[in-house]
């Protein structure tokens, strides 16, 4: 199973919007709705902040969205703030019961 | 709250073996899947496998990557999740976590333990 595929950094300015995407197949992104994204600051926990595509547990704000089409996902992060400096995972459900990860973004907040 | 805190990290020489424990509180732990998920250093994030809950009959499934060399196994009484990594190399040098399943998703996790492994 090989990871999904995302880009290695993206940045922008407090306020703005950035958009992280993550692609693979049809055994993994395209053939499931599990789609989920974790923020991840190093040596802590990491947090859930989508699931399912596009849901969001309570407590995670309506600044972060996801979507999918095909085989790619995506995570929008708008009004971007100091805190959102993270690395970023993308992970879905894939055939054969089995879970795979993004290889991660590293959000930057110039 | 849920909490869940892994232990038994160390340093370990190549070819040896360690156990993991994953103690839980805060939920009903038999109701949930496990997952166990590492961080090489520099790395991302990589499933090693997971456990399903008492309904699903707490079986095992593994990463290809791992598979054959890590166990997984649960004891509900204990409320713990257990990671067996055998004939370890340095490249499972990591930080090691466990994860809630909340249907197909992660919806907690601890903070995590080190294993390096070096002579």
């Known amino acids: 199973q090989s990871a999904l595929t995302q880009p290695a950094s993206v940045s922008g300015s407090p306020g703005q919007s950035i958009t992280i995407s993550c692609t693979g197949t049809?055994?993994?992104?395209?053939?499931?709705?599990?789609l989920s994204w974790y923020q991840h600051h190093p040596g802590t926990a990491p947090k859930l902040l989508i699931y399912?595509?596009?849901n969001r547990p309570s407590g995670v704000p309506d600044r972060f969205s996801g979507s999918k089409s095909g085989n790619t996902a995506s995570l929008t992060i708008s009004g971007l703030q100091a805190g959102d400096e993270a690395d970023y995972y993308c992970?879905?459900?894939?055939?054969?019961?089995?879970?795979?990860f993004g290889g991660g973004t590293k959000v930057t907040v110039l | 709250e849920v909490h869940l805190v892994e232990s038994g990290g160390a340093l370990v020489q190549p070819g040896r073996s360690l156990r993991l424990s994953c103690t839980t509180s805060?939920?009903?732990?038999?109701?949930?899947?496990m997952s166990w998920v590492r961080q090489a250093p520099g790395k991302g994030l990589e499933w090693l496998g997971f456990?399903?809950?008492?309904?699903?009959?707490?079986?095992?499934q593994y990463a290809a990557s791992v598979r054959g060399r890590f166990t997984i196994s649960r004891d509900d009484s204990k409320k713990a999740a257990y990671l067996q990594l055998n004939t370890l190399r340095a490249d499972d040098t990591a930080v090691y976590y466990c994860?809630?399943?909340?249907?197909?998703?992660?919806?907690?996790w601890g903070q995590g333990t080190v294993v390096t492994v070096s002579s």
């Open positions: 994860a809630r399943h909340d249907g197909m998703r992660f919806d907690y």
């Open positions: 399912d595509v596009n």
């Open positions: 992970n879905s459900y894939a055939t054969g019961n089995t879970w795979v």
């Open positions: 805060g939920f009903t732990f038999e109701f949930h899947s």
């Open positions: 456990i399903t809950a008492i309904g699903y009959g707490e079986t095992a």
């Open positions: 049809a055994d993994d992104v395209g053939g499931y709705h599990y």
